[in-house]
């Protein structure tokens, strides 16, 4: 299958039953490039046959029965036990010994693997779910070790520098960055969960030199785990990563911090939810941030200028100014949950 | 049963087992005075004993047979349901005639009245569940159509203006503030819950002149419902409420406004929390906030203030401080989700 079929694997992909009569545009994979995220339902085949998210593409022939893992925190153990459920075999491997023993207690890998280059033997794919640094870090590495012909794809939350590495590797070809957008405030293996992914999209960016064959197995991968893949490339990502993770991260932060003691008891399912993602660990997404910083700041002051506005709307007891923002609000979340997959 | 004991209510009230060995301060009860929310497991009866939420507080006699519900929304049918459950006859008004069909179609309400005057005839007590300025409208009429004897209790989101009306009735000995903190995105009688209170706090605010009959009946109220009533004041309520839901209301609405086209297909659980809240009625959130402007602003100016050391450390790529203010905002909400009824 070519790279213009491998992104018809958006959320209902062919589903909502609208033919544009024309086949998707191919994607710009420039790291500094853009592509839009493509439009529910606008995306078929070329010769007109809509694409099933699980259908495995038709045409992909690649099967990947073999993984290696590197790092078994929540997205690495809970990728690989999808994984496994699947049919996969994982082999993995984690700086930290015990969150290898905790993956191997649950199930989630079928081999603890002693080093990096133990872990990545003879498989069909590497995944690295590490913290970004570690990933680009690695990747050299990773790159001169794994078997020829293996995938290499990592699940950091922020594409560009990783993809700024993978370009420059020799066997950039094999590489492809990928995000599942899934988590869960708590981490490590003792959180994962093999129904993590389900029917959440799985963002693929392959680099300027990634193969075909490579994209269509981090599809498989993708497909492998319950997740949904859509492609797009890492600018765009991060940009709207920035609106949609990052940015309610921080506005999480800063809701709890000001908070009074005392204050939880007088409180609902609203402040509950709202307060959740600050329980996410901080070095995490120390890093996130840091990665993503350009567009992270971007979206947070385009947020602190609504907040402004709301701020002197309130202090000038404006009602109509204040129902119209409201409104303004309401109507541009809805839209967004409506496109969601949450 | 005198005011010391009803305080009684708390969440957890006495079930930590911590007994402090002194009984718990009378409140102070002025609007503009303070008092704080009972510490959970630190109120006791004046003889020690414990008291457990839904006990009815064992010396109250008061027994609210038959209620008149003045505005069916949400909260209004909801309480209504809610209190049919437990027993209770409730007659209902609302000015819009659609909204009393649909909660007598549901089964929320016994009787759709025709008129203010003919749904507070002959009742125990009053439930005033109309927007903020509707209920400070109405007070006066009310307390002069009301039944010699039944308790009048409003259920708005901001306490002080409210409180303040209500001290000056001729009839103030039988007004309680109260505030259910409960709700949800979507309104009306078509949303209304009969469990939508059960658990929750059911704020409760004496006016300075409230008679310990008139609290005792307000606590049977919310018991009634499944809530468990928690006496505070106007002042501070209004103080944490700015801070536990009036705030995060406007954090949900500038993330929504902050998204672009599209951002929800690359979205997962995190923003679907964060923009929940975004979808709730525009024209009610104007009336709180204008109600609780003073309050609301100060909250808001020091989230603001959260957020933009946030994004002064991220454009700095300041990482210590980042993962400094992460962690002081995990831990901040981390304590407030621990005494959260949600």
């Known amino acids: ?12 992909c062919g589903r909502r039953g609208r033919s544009h009569g024309r ?43 073999r993984l290696g893992v590197i790092g078994t925190g929540l997205i690495g153990a ?3 036990g ?43 794919a590497v995944v690295l779910a590490m913290p970004i640094a570690a990933i680009i870090h690695s990747l050299p590495a990773v790159d001169t070790l794994a078997a020829p012909g293996s995938l290499i794809v990592d699940v950091g939350s922020v594409k560009r520098p990783v993809l700024e590495s993978m370009e420059g590797l020799p066997g950039a070809r094999r590489t492809v960055g990928g995000h599942p957008i899934a988590g869960r405030e708590t981490g490590g293996p003792a959180s994962a969960d093999i129904d993590l992914f389900r029917d959440k999209p799985f963002v693929l960016v392959p680099t300027s030199r990634t193969s075909s064959t490579a994209l269509a197995a981090a ?15 890492a600018e765009l990502h991060d940009e709207v990563l920035a609106r949609t993770s990052h940015l309610p991260q921080l506005l999480s932060t800063a809701l709890g911090l000001t908070l009074e003691p005392g204050d939880g008891r007088l409180s609902g399912s609203g402040l509950h939810d709202m307060t959740r993602l600050a329980s996410s660990d901080p070095e995490v997404w120390r890093d996130i ?4 910083d350009d567009r992270v700041s971007e979206a947070l002051r385009r947020c602190l200028a609504h907040l402004n506005r709301l701020a002197d709307a309130i202090e000038r007891r404006a009602g109509e100014e204040i129902a119209r923002i409201l409104t ?14 949450a």
């Open 328 to 341: 303004e609000g309401k109507d541009r979340a809805a839209a967004e949950r409506m496109e969601s997959p």
């Open 23 to 65: 086949s998707a545009p191919a994607p710009e994979r420039s790291p500094v490039g853009r592509a839009s995220i493509p439009p529910a339902g606008s995306l078929r085949h070329a010769d007109g046959r809509a694409e099933h998210p699980g259908s495995g593409g038709g045409t992909n022939s690649v099967t990947l029965r």
């Open 219 to 233: 599809r498989e991968l993708a497909e492998m785990v319950g997740a949904r893949p859509l492609v797009t490339d």
């Open 1 to 12: 299958m070519d790279v213009r079929s491998a992104r018809c694997q958006g959320r209902n």
């Open 289 to 292: 941030l840091i990665a993503n």
């Open 82 to 124: 999808a994984a496994r459920r699947s049919g996969a075999r994982v082999q993995a491997f984690d700086l930290a010994p015990e969150r290898l023993e905790i993956a191997t207690a649950r199930g989630m890998i079928d081999e603890a693997r002693a080093s990096l280059e133990d872990a990545v033997e003879a498989v069909d």
């Open 78 to 80: 809970s990728i690989a």
